[in-house]
């Protein structure tokens, strides 16, 4: 027999489950078993060079717009930055090579899918090319209401676990997690949190095969988050490219330098799985990006709408041989655009 104290304590307690069971999300970046994860244990497929759309073009990473990426997916959006005549501009190694607009357009679109996605919590990654100071990117945060989203941490940098969960980034509707590699300052703007006493980095600009070294890092690694760059580049004139031509082997879930494999390799040396995957051309692979995070993350994989088409093999079916030998054409494509191309930009180029 339960006392009458004990009773109304047990009735207390399960109002109070329910209350909680009311208000807290039921899904989280598109299951219910993430909820209740540390953000800092949770695996994220990003996109390198987020805004660097297009084909045929050797400082594109991407060929899906930003809406696209993120409704198939995508939950990290990596942007470089540039100064151009005051403005923030999103632009790849200069803004003569590729110009994706300004930083007000770009954070404007992503506002909008994230109103439009309650339940999806997103980390945007800032390369600080040139050295832009937090404010600037505070008035630009403000004038598209995304700063009432971001997160601010209590301090400078979390360990791993000290991160909140997806449930309560959701329910506390702040749901953006802007990372940036240099110039974060968190006593000016707390909510642009600093990439690399957070978060340490695999080598980039990888041409042969991926490791999980250390390769930059400003913190404790053995309690940070990590994040692997996993993009092939091409050696184009000495200069790595970016390379579509084996995004579907790269991306894929198992084989040779696949993103799988990497996953593999880096879970044994340090007991856990990547917290971020940049990949270039994500939609390669057919959606074994979000295969790979999904065991990660130990999660069924259910994408809710089919993943793109690479772009490339769309516009190459004109050429005629139809869908059978499509990512073929799409590389003999791109071969014939890299040679037009470079022997335009023929001198030194790094794009990374
Ligand atoms: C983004 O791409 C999708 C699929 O190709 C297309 O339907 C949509 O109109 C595009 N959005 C913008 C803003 O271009
Ligand atoms: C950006 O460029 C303008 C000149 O175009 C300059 O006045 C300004 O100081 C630059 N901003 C930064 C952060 O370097
Ligand atoms: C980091 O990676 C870059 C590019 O791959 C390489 O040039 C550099 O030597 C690496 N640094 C360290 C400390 O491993
Ligand atoms: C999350 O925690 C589980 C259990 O400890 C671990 O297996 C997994 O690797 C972790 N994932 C990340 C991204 O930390």
């Known amino acids: 027999m339960l006392s009458p104290l004990a009773k109304a304590a047990a009735v207390i307690t399960a109002s109070l489950s329910l209350l909680t069971s009311v208000h807290a999300a039921s899904t989280c970046n598109g299951s219910p078993d993430l909820c209740s994860r540390s953000f800092g244990n949770v695996t994220f497929v990003g996109s390198h060079d987020s805004y660097a759309i ?119 509707s702040k749901r953006l997690l802007t990372f ?3 110039n974060a300052d968190f006593t000016s703007v707390p909510y642009i949190i600093d990439e690399f006493s957070n978060i340490w980095e695999t080598a980039y600009d990888v041409t042969t095969s991926f490791d999980c070294a250390v390769n930059r890092s400003k913190g404790d690694t053995s309690t940070s988050m990590y994040l692997i760059n996993h993009f092939l580049d091409t050696v184009l004139l000495g200069s790595p490219v970016p390379d579509p031509g084996d995004a579907d082997k790269t991306n894929a879930v198992s084989g040779t330098n696949s993103l799988g494999a990497q996953v593999q390799l880096c879970a044994s040396q340090y007991s856990r799985n990547p917290n971020f995957m940049l990949v270039d051309f994500y939609e390669y692979g057919g959606g074994s990006v979000f295969q790979v995070a999904a065991t990660a993350n130990g999660v069924q ?22 869908s059978g030998s499509s990512n073929g054409a799409g590389k003999l494509q791109w071969s014939t655009g890299l040679v037009i191309i470079s022997s335009v930009f023929l001198g030194a180029l790094s794009v990374f």
């Not at 994989?301 to 004109?318: E, L, V």
């Open 301 to 322: 994989y259910n994408p809710s709408t089919p993943i793109a088409s690479p772009s490339s093999t769309s516009s190459s079916s004109s050429s005629g041989s139809g």
């Open 180 to 182: 940036m590699d240099y």
């Open 54 to 172: 297009g084909l045929n073009n050797l400082a594109t990473n991407q060929d899906q717009n930003i809406t696209t990426q993120l409704d198939n997916g995508i939950r990290m959006l990596q942007i470089q930055t540039h100064n151009q005549s005051g403005t923030i501009q999103l632009c790849h190694t200069s803004c003569g090579l590729y110009n994706g607009g300004t930083l007000q357009t770009y954070l404007t679109t992503v506002k909008s899918w994230l109103d439009a996605n309650p339940n999806d919590v997103l980390s945007l990654l800032i390369v600080n090319n040139d050295n832009f100071l937090p404010p600037a990117y505070d008035s630009v945060f403000k004038a598209v209401g995304l700063d009432s989203m971001a997160y601010a941490p209590s301090s400078a940098s979390l360990t791993t676990d000290k991160w909140p969960t997806l449930g309560t980034l959701i329910d506390s």
